[in-house]
């Protein structure tokens, strides 16, 4: 129960690394499942979500070897098909071993993870799409179980271009019988990464980032080498702190063709943005105008900025209302916020934001990943301390933030709490 004490008052200055995107490698190392052998998977980043999704894969009887950035996966010829409840619930992208384990081994018991802090996540789609592709799928006491000889090819119609079920059904299709369609296919940049690990493996894909997905099954895939796409919400989180901060941060590592519409959103709240050698600069000298904004699939605006946003809104010059259309329940960091000074109503989908000229520093807790780093960027602009709680939720997306964050010359200490369970 660790937490940070951000001091505010800090202007960010120099560079920063961002590694691969914990949105990719997760489900690149459930892909690893498809293929006996070794796989090895680099430009890993070191988050709690890697160590644990190594687990969920170790239950299933793989060989999880991890050597600094890189991930050696050595997948058994018959691996195990189960994964339980205790590692499902902490790690919801373990849902991803799913569609794999149903086409490689016939079989797979996948617990239902189950709502979070951002929304009620549904599965339907994965499991509409695996039943499509000839799979028996049953829930049953807290398990979903599908069931499989041989998928065979089929087309697919997501109602809505999620990612996890587009995730999901690419992999089963890799190794179905025949072509499988995906219509109205999400077309992130993780999507793209998947599919081409899977083409490297020997799959047959078409049309990887765009919304159809033609899949010719094959009878089996190889291990592969695989370098992990750069993550663009990491990207993006620190050229949002370089705006609110007034700063200056070049962003190594960063891939701007991945982050068009949240970058144009700061150039209009007042930010030089540039390419440079190696990923790209951004410079604020004022403080920013607010912007509206509206999360959508990729390459619409990704939900996942959508708390760094509102932050920022909080302390621009100017109204702005944010609506979200991706998780109906991610606004619960708002009453955080709100205990850090800002003026923010919601209803519904959307939040209005009044900027204000300062935040002022409070205790608060972080609910989920993108949440927490958006309380800690506010800390950085409140007067006096902010204490963000509960930052493990942090630790599971962001490699070395406070390291990161100190080498930028924010004042950040990290801080172990006593256990206080005895007052439950
Ligand atoms: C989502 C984001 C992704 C982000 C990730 C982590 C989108 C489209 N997806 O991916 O960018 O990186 O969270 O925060 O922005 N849904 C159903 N039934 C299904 C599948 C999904 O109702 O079978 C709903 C979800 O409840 C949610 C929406 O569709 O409201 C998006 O789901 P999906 O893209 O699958 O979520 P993630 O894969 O978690």
Same mark, same amino acid.
């Given at each position: 129960?660790?937490?940070?004490?951000?001091? $505010?008052?800090?202007?960010?200055?120099?560079?920063?690394?961002?590694?691969?995107?914990?949105?990719?490698?997760? #489900?690149?190392?459930?892909? /690893?499942?498809?293929?006996?052998?070794?796989?090895?998977?680099?430009?890993?980043?070191d988050?709690?979500?890697?160590?644990?999704?190594?687990?969920?894969?170790?239950?299933?009887?793989?060989?999880?070897?991890?050597? &600094?950035?890189?991930?050696?996966?050595?997948?058994?010829?018959?691996?195990?098909?189960?994964?339980?409840?205790?590692?499902?619930?902490?790690? %919801?992208?373990?849902?991803?071993?799913?569609?794999?384990?149903?086409? %490689?081994?016939?079989?797979? #018991?996948?617990a239902?993870?189950?709502?979070?802090?951002?929304?009620?996540?549904? @599965?339907?789609?994965?499991?509409?799409?695996?039943?499509?592709?000839?799979?028996?799928?049953?829930?049953?006491?807290?398990?979903?179980?599908? %069931?499989?000889?041989? *998928?065979?090819?089929? /087309?697919?119609?997501?109602?809505?271009?999620?990612?996890?079920?587009?995730?999901?059904?690419?992999?089963?299709?890799?190794?179905? #019988? $025949?072509?499988?369609?995906?219509?109205?296919?999400?077309?992130?940049? &993780?999507?793209?990464?998947?599919?081409?690990?899977?083409?490297?493996m020997?799959?047959?894909?078409?049309?990887?980032?765009?919304?159809?997905?033609?899949?010719?099954?094959?009878? /089996? *895939?190889?291990?592969?080498?695989?370098e992990?796409?750069?993550?663009?919400?990491?990207?993006?989180?620190?050229?949002?702190?370089?705006?609110?901060?007034?700063?200056?941060?070049?962003? *190594?590592?960063?891939?701007?063709?991945?982050?068009?519409?949240?970058?144009? #959103?700061?150039?209009r709240? $007042?930010?030089?943005?540039?390419?440079?050698?190696?990923?790209?600069?951004?410079?604020?000298?004022?403080?920013?105008?607010?912007?509206?904004?509206?999360?959508?699939?990729?390459p619409?605006?990704?939900?996942?900025?959508?708390? @760094?946003?509102?932050?920022?809104?909080?302390v621009? &010059?100017?109204?702005?209302?944010?609506? &979200?259309?991706?998780?109906?329940?991610?606004?619960?960091?708002?009453?955080?916020? !709100?205990?850090?000074?800002?003026?923010?109503?919601?209803?519904?989908?959307?939040?209005?934001?009044?900027?204000?000229?300062?935040l002022?520093?409070?205790?608060?807790?972080?609910?989920?990943?993108?949440?927490?780093?958006?309380?800690? @960027?506010?800390?950085? !602009?409140?007067?006096?301390?902010?204490e963000?709680?509960?930052?493990?939720?942090?630790?599971?997306?962001?490699?070395?933030f406070?390291?990161?964050?100190?080498?930028? $010359?924010?004042?950040?200490?990290? !801080?172990?709490?006593?256990?206080?369970?005895?007052?439950?």
């Amino acid at each position: 129960m660790d937490r940070f004490l951000v001091q $505010g008052g800090a202007r960010l200055a120099g560079s920063v690394s961002v590694g691969g995107a914990k949105n990719s490698v997760l #489900k690149l190392m459930a892909a /690893s499942l498809l293929a006996e052998g070794t796989t090895v998977l680099t430009n890993v980043p070191d988050i709690l979500d890697v160590t644990i999704m190594g687990e969920v894969l170790r239950r299933l009887g793989c060989d999880v070897v991890r050597n &600094e950035a890189s991930v050696a996966i050595t997948v058994p010829a018959v691996p195990g098909h189960e994964a339980d409840y205790d590692l499902v619930r902490r790690i %919801r992208a373990s849902i991803a071993v799913l569609g794999p384990l149903v086409a %490689r081994c016939g079989e797979a #018991k996948v617990a239902l993870p189950g709502g979070d802090a951002i929304g009620s996540r549904g @599965l339907d789609m994965h499991v509409a799409g695996l039943i499509k592709l000839g799979a028996d799928v049953v829930s049953e006491h807290g398990y979903l179980i599908a %069931r499989a000889a041989r *998928l065979t090819g089929a /087309s697919v119609w997501l109602d809505f271009p999620s990612v996890g079920a587009t995730e999901n059904l690419l992999m089963a299709a890799a190794l179905a #019988k $025949g072509t499988t369609v995906i219509d109205n296919a999400a077309r992130e940049p &993780e999507i793209v990464d998947l599919c081409h690990m899977l083409q490297q493996m020997g799959a047959q894909i078409a049309g990887a980032g765009t919304s159809t997905l033609t899949v010719e099954g094959v009878e /089996s *895939l190889r291990p592969v080498e695989h370098e992990t796409v750069s993550d663009r919400i990491v990207a993006g989180t620190w050229a949002v702190a370089a705006v609110m901060t007034r700063g200056d941060v070049t962003i *190594l590592g960063g891939r701007p063709e991945h982050l068009e519409m949240p970058l144009e #959103k700061l150039v209009r709240a $007042g930010a030089v943005v540039e390419a440079c050698d190696g990923g790209f600069r951004v410079c604020m000298d004022r403080r920013p105008t607010a912007v509206d904004l509206v999360t959508l699939p990729y390459p619409g605006f990704a939900t996942d900025f959508q708390p @760094l946003f509102l932050g920022l809104n909080t302390v621009a &010059e100017g109204t702005s209302m944010i609506t &979200e259309n991706v998780f109906e329940s991610r606004w619960m960091f708002v009453n955080e916020l !709100v205990r850090l000074g800002a003026d923010v109503r919601t209803d519904g989908h959307h939040a209005v934001v009044r900027g204000r000229e300062v935040l002022s520093g409070a205790p608060v807790t972080a609910h989920d990943i993108r949440a927490g780093a958006g309380l800690v @960027l506010a800390g950085l !602009v409140a007067e006096g301390v902010t204490e963000v709680g509960d930052v493990h939720h942090i630790d599971r997306g962001y490699e070395g933030f406070l390291d990161k964050l100190t080498a930028l $010359g924010a004042d950040v200490q990290r !801080v172990s709490v006593p256990d206080d369970s005895w007052l439950s």
